[in-house]
T-cell receptor
Framework: EDKVVQSPLSLVVHEGDTVTLNCSYEVTNFRSLLWYKQEKKAPTFLFMLTSSGIEKKSGRLSSILDKKELFSILNITATQTGDSAVYLCAVEGLRAGNMLTFGGGTRLMVKP | ETGVTQSPTHLIKTRGQQVTLRCSSQSGHNTVSWYQQALGQGPQFIFQYYREEENGRGNFPPRFSGLQFPNYSSELNVNALELDDSALYLC??????????FGDGTRLSIL
């Protein structure tokens, strides 16, 4: 059975801090790993990672995948209060269509 | 470009009733997936539809069923509602190997 574990469960930081969120996984026939940000309702897509060692970057956010050690990290630099959200990691295997298996999420709170 | 839209936003039902949730996929997307998200947890995969056929199913009982229509919109039906069915139900659409994009969900409360 596919499994995704995220850590920490929650995190409180102050504006300007840098945070690192962790995601480890076990999946049959790995296809991709995805990061989403969920504020109130819809998870919004951040990154899709398929290859090891290639950093993906979008503004202050970046992410990298290690397919040998089966983990990914999401970094947020110079955090802002608008970064407060639950960050979800999901893996896509090759069974059951392209279903996503999600971790429990990391709840990030950024204080002014 | 229209995103994924779901209706209704909120719904309150009692145990034993039946419910239908609706989802319109993002323009150009032909695959729809449904997820259940309990409070404080990550979404759990229910099933996926591609070209009007079920294309994969998670660990949910048969009382969870669905449909996809020729315009790629989709319905999730749940029969014999139980208290544990209270959750946020998310629909996501995609095309090919592209990332799934989610709607705002339907919050279902069972009394």
């Amino acid at each position: 059975e596919d499994k995704v574990v995220q850590s920490p469960l929650s995190l409180v930081v102050h504006e300007g801090d840098t945070v690192t969120l962790n995601c480890s996984y076990e999946v049959t026939n790995f296809r991709s790993l995805l990061w989403y940000k969920q504020e109130k309702k819809a998870p919004t897509f951040l990154f899709m990672l398929t290859s090891s060692g290639i950093e993906k970057k979008s503004g202050r956010l970046s992410s990298i995948l290690d397919k040998k050690e089966l983990f990914s990290i999401l970094n947020i630099t110079a955090t802002q209060t608008g970064d407060s959200a639950v960050y979800l990691c999901a893996v896509e295997g090759l069974r059951a269509g392209n279903m996503l298996t999600f971790g429990g999420g990391t709840r990030l709170m950024v204080k002014p | 470009e229209t995103g994924v839209t779901q209706s209704p936003t909120h719904l309150i039902k009692t145990r034993g009733q039946q419910v239908t949730l609706r989802c319109s996929s993002q323009s150009g997307h032909n695959t729809v997936s449904w997820y259940q998200q309990a409070l404080g947890q990550g979404p759990q995969f229910i099933f996926q539809y591609y070209r009007e056929e079920e294309n994969g199913r998670g660990n949910f009982p048969p009382r969870f069923s669905g449909l996809q229509f020729p315009n790629y919109s989709s319905e999730l039906n749940v029969n014999a509602l139980e208290l544990d069915d209270s959750a946020l139900y998310l629909c996501a659409s995609s095309f090919g190997g592209q990332p799934q994009h989610f709607g705002d969900g339907t919050r279902l409360s069972i009394l």
